[in-house]
T-cell receptor, first 115, second 109 residues
Framework: EPEVTQTPSHQVTQMGQEVILRCVPISNHLYFYWYRQILGQKVEFLVSFYNNEISEKSEIFDDQFSVERPDGSNFTLKIRSTKLEDSAMYFC?????????????FGSGTRLTVV | GQQVMQIPQYQHVQEGEDFTTYCNSSTTLSNIQWYKQRPGGHPVFLIQLVKSGEVKKQKRLTFQFGEAKKNSSLHITATQTTDVGTYFCAGAGGFKTIFGAGTRLFVKA
């Protein structure tokens, strides 16, 4: 079964450093998403991406965050100047359509720890 | 903004008992999705409901979408230990899907 692949599985970074989280969505999917989940809490929407541009973003997704699809397969989330409160599990997801007709396939996540 | 509320937050059941989690949206939804997340895992898509009043079944799981398309429920009949995890409803609107807080199910053998 097709999978969404995320790397690394765990990232530890010092406060103030930049991190890039990588995702390879399912090849025939057109819509891509980043969600985060602080330990034990709900899954929070960050951003959706379609046709090489951001479709929608949440209030969490401020100037500290950016997304990019540098080539035909990778989808990245960059966090500039990380803060302690950025520590969370970050999930990438993809879907064939905008979610109106299909569910999302989530990757296994990257656990980001900011120290 | 759109909010999706889910209750209860936790549910402890004895194996074989039934379980229900309820989801309510502050706005009318175009569809509702349900996901399951095992401890330490990632959300896994279970099902999507689109039509008003829709009911779908997957083995022991029954999903309902309210007539007003603002609420939904997931009912598990005769829980098993493999059902443990957190069940999230998620309401779609635009280019995003907003997750409820989830109901964590504990099943005692």
């Amino acid at each position: 079964e097709p999978e969404v692949t995320q790397t690394p599985s765990h990232q530890v970074t010092q406060m103030g450093q930049e991190v890039i989280l990588r995702c390879v969505p399912i090849s025939n999917h057109l819509y891509f998403y980043w969600y985060r989940q602080i330990l034990g809490q709900k899954v929070e929407f960050l951003v959706s991406f379609y046709n090489n541009e951001i479709s929608e973003k949440s209030e969490i997704f401020d100037d500290q965050f950016s997304v990019e699809r540098p080539d035909g397969s990778n989808f990245t989330l960059k966090i500039r100047s990380t803060k302690l409160e950025d520590s969370a599990m970050y999930f990438c997801a993809s879907s064939e359509t905008s979610g109106m007709n299909y569910g999302y396939t989530f990757g296994s996540g990257t656990r980001l720890t900011v120290v | 903004g759109q909010q999706v509320m889910q209750i209860p937050q936790y549910q402890h059941v004895q194996e074989g008992e039934d379980f229900t989690t309820y989801c309510n949206s502050s706005t009318t939804l175009s569809n509702i999705q349900w996901y399951k997340q095992r401890p330490g895992g990632h959300p896994v898509f279970l099902i999507q409901l689109v039509k008003s009043g829709e009911v779908k079944k997957q083995k022991r799981l029954t999903f309902q979408f309210g007539e007003a398309k603002k609420n939904s429920s997931l009912h598990i009949t005769a829980t098993q230990t493999t059902d443990v995890g957190t069940y999230f409803c998620a309401g779609a609107g635009g280019f995003k899907t907003i997750f409820g807080a989830g109901t964590r199910l504990f099943v005692k053998a």
